[in-house]
């Protein structure tokens, strides 16, 4: 069975995130998103129109093909320029191995996949909660847009706001309102994505990511809620775009999908996003979208678009090819057309240790990690010494908190020299657990089985 419909959620959401699941409401909405869409009230700019077809036919909701073309072919509207001019590629500026990337990627602690650069999880042993932000990974679609925060400025427009007026903020502007400080990890929904193939011998696409495409970091900024209804929230409003001001992102094959960005249901954008300009207590850095990101608390990385350069609020529902061909589950378990777009995290752990570490086998060992989930705090982590034989608890060193980790450790002796392999197994306070396998999807999205981690006593 499809893990879409299993997932269990905390009774504690707001608005959209029921008991009943935050992906069967996206489900709802997007069955509804489709349906407006064949009436030719929906939007679905740089999409394929065959890929809304096979949306549609996935949905149950397949209609004449001219329907749909009428819906595909309504005019779309074009943004009002967004006042920074065009976004600059820097590459170069430093040592880095990653093309794009602005800050330093020492090998100590990145490995770099890419255009990104993923963080090694024994580079955060003994640093404290907060990833340090020059540890934390990067994930560029192209590359890192250095913007002049004096002249930068956020556009909010479009037809969900009252009067169809657009609103301009400048970073001063965003900073006179109130501000909102909290903790929340941004992870890529590929995160894990390496372990389909070593672990379940299974065929995914994307980058190659380990364990290390998530960090935690201290955010400040305004409430997006409070900027839109400065901005003249209208009744009617349904989906809310951010688009980033990094280049065009193309394809493998050539096509261009335009700038990054991905719709946000405005219950969701109403909750707990914040328009983020501080990122563990500095101005947001280049590469983390400064000066200003959105930050979705809980939800996979490409919801928290980075360098936000203007934010289209509609009353009607769109899509971007970031919530219809990418971020939905495809596979033998899914529907043809994929599953609803994907929305909050699920659940991991991994130890602050290299791949294959020796460890000196006639010594105590206190080994440490991290566990974390899209769902709620992470309440207790297992630990097993023995390939999963015996597992025994580890202590945790934070208290469980939505949208954030917990570090984590358990002392061990090996019995002798020798291959041994680590796991670790988190338990959140919605009761999941992670699991032994993950139901495979093709672009190996939202991987959440206990990770196998192979080391050496010497
Ligand atoms: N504008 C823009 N926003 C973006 C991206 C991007 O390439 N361009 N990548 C997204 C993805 S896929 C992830 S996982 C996170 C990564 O955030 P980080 O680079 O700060 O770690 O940013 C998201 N926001
Ligand atoms: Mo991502």
Same mark, same amino acid.
């Given at each position: 069975?499809?893990?879409?419909?299993?997932?269990?959620?905390?009774?504690?959401?707001?608005?959209?995130?029921?008991?009943?699941?935050?992906?069967?409401?996206?489900?709802?909405y997007?069955?509804?998103?489709?349906?407006?869409?064949?009436?030719?009230?929906?939007?679905?700019?740089?999409?394929?129109?065959?890929?809304m077809?096979?949306?549609?036919?996935?949905?149950?909701?397949a209609?004449?093909a001219?329907?749909?073309?009428?819906?595909?072919?309504?005019?779309?509207?074009?943004?009002?320029?967004?006042?920074?001019?065009?976004?600059?590629?820097?590459?170069?500026?430093?040592?880095?191995?990653?093309?794009?990337?602005?800050?330093?990627?020492?090998?100590?602690?990145?490995?770099?996949?890419?255009?990104?650069?993923?963080?090694?999880?024994?580079?955060?042993?003994?640093?404290?909660?907060?990833?340090?932000?020059?540890?934390?990974?990067?994930?560029?679609h192209?590359?890192?847009?250095?913007?002049?925060?004096?002249?930068?400025?956020?556009?909010?427009?479009?037809?969900?706001?009252?009067?169809?007026?657009?609103?301009?903020?400048?970073?001063?502007?965003?900073?006179?309102?109130?501000?909102?400080?909290?903790?929340?990890?941004?992870?890529?929904?590929?995160?894990?994505?390496?372990?389909?193939?070593?672990?379940?011998?299974?065929?995914?696409?994307?980058?190659?990511?380990?364990?290390?495409?998530?960090?935690?970091?201290?955010?400040?900024?305004?409430?997006?809620?409070?900027?839109?209804?400065?901005?003249?929230?209208?009744?009617?409003?349904v989906?809310?775009?951010p688009?980033?001001?990094?280049?065009?992102?193309?394809?493998?094959?050539?096509?261009?999908?335009?700038?990054?960005?991905?719709?946000?249901?405005?219950?969701?954008?109403?909750?707990?996003?914040?328009?983020?300009?501080?990122?563990?207590?500095?101005?947001?850095?280049?590469?983390?979208?400064?000066?200003?990101?959105?930050?979705?608390?809980?939800?996979?990385?490409?919801?928290?678009?980075?360098?936000?350069?203007?934010?289209?609020?509609? &009353?009607?529902?769109?899509?971007? $090819?970031w919530?219809? *061909?990418?971020? %939905?589950?495809?596979g =033998?378990?899914? #529907? /043809? !057309?994929?599953?609803?777009?994907?929305?909050?995290?699920?659940?991991?752990?991994?130890?602050?240790?290299?791949?294959?570490?020796?460890?000196?086998?006639?010594?105590?060992?206190?080994?440490?990690?991290?566990?974390?989930?899209?769902?709620?705090?992470?309440?207790?982590?297992?630990?097993?010494?023995?390939?999963?034989?015996?597992?025994?608890? &580890?202590?945790?060193?934070?208290? $469980?908190?939505?949208? *954030?980790?917990? %570090?984590?450790?358990? =002392?061990?002796? #090996? /019995? !002798?020299?020798?291959?041994?392999?680590?796991?670790a197994?988190?338990?959140?306070?919605?009761?999941?657990?992670?699991?032994?396998?993950?139901?495979?999807?093709?672009?190996?999205?939202?991987?959440?089985?206990?990770?196998?981690?192979?080391?050496?006593?010497?």
């Open positions: 069975m499809p893990r879409t419909e299993s997932h269990a959620e905390p009774p504690t959401e707001s608005l959209g995130e029921s008991p009943t699941g935050t992906r069967s409401d996206e489900a709802v997007d069955r509804r998103r489709l349906r407006q869409w064949l009436a030719g009230e929906a939007r679905a700019d740089g999409i394929e129109r065959r890929d077809l096979r949306l549609l036919a996935a949905a149950g909701l209609t004449t001219t329907a749909a073309t009428a819906g595909f072919a309504a005019p779309a509207l074009a943004a009002p320029g967004t006042g920074t001019g065009t976004p600059g590629s820097t590459g170069g500026a430093s040592a880095a191995a990653v093309p794009g990337i602005v800050k330093p990627l020492p090998e100590a602690w990145f490995t770099s996949r890419g255009t990104n650069a993923e963080t090694k999880f024994e580079a955060l042993a003994g640093t404290g909660h907060h990833t340090p932000t020059d540890r934390f990974f990067v994930r560029n192209t590359s890192t847009p250095v913007l002049d925060a004096s002249t930068w400025s956020l556009t909010v427009w479009g037809d969900g706001l009252s009067g169809g007026r657009a609103a301009e903020f400048t970073l001063d502007e965003l900073k006179r309102l109130p501000a909102t400080t909290r903790s929340a990890f941004v992870e890529c929904a590929g995160n894990g994505r390496s372990f389909f193939t070593t672990q379940q011998g299974q065929t995914v696409s994307g980058t190659a990511w380990t364990l290390g495409a998530v960090g935690v970091a201290r955010w400040r900024g305004v409430r997006l809620g409070e900027v839109l209804r400065r901005a003249g929230l209208s009744r009617g409003a989906d809310v775009l688009r980033g001001l990094d280049p065009d992102y193309v394809t493998a094959d050539g096509t261009n999908l335009g700038r990054v960005r991905r719709p946000l249901p405005l219950s969701k954008a109403l909750d707990d996003v914040l328009l983020a300009y501080e990122m563990n207590g500095e101005p947001l850095p280049p590469d983390h979208g400064g000066p200003v990101r959105v930050l979705v608390p809980s939800w996979i990385g490409i919801a928290s678009i980075k360098w936000v350069g203007d934010i289209e609020v509609s &009353a009607q529902p769109l899509y971007s $090819p919530n219809t *061909d990418f971020y %939905r589950l495809f =033998d378990a899914y #529907p /043809a !057309g994929g599953s609803a777009p994907l929305t909050r995290q699920t659940l991991k752990s991994a130890f602050e240790l290299p791949w294959n570490a020796s460890l000196d086998a006639a010594a105590d060992h206190r080994l440490t990690g991290r566990s974390w989930s899209g769902a709620g705090g992470v309440a207790r982590v297992d630990v097993s010494t023995d390939g999963g034989a015996s597992w025994r608890r &580890a202590r945790l060193h934070d208290a $469980p908190r939505r949208a *954030d980790w917990v %570090r984590w450790s358990a =002392d061990w002796r #090996p /019995a !002798g020299p020798g291959a041994y392999t680590l796991l197994r988190a338990t959140d306070t919605t009761g999941r657990t992670q699991p032994e396998t993950t139901v495979h999807n093709t672009q190996g999205y939202l991987f959440d089985a206990v990770v196998r981690h192979p080391v050496q006593a010497v």
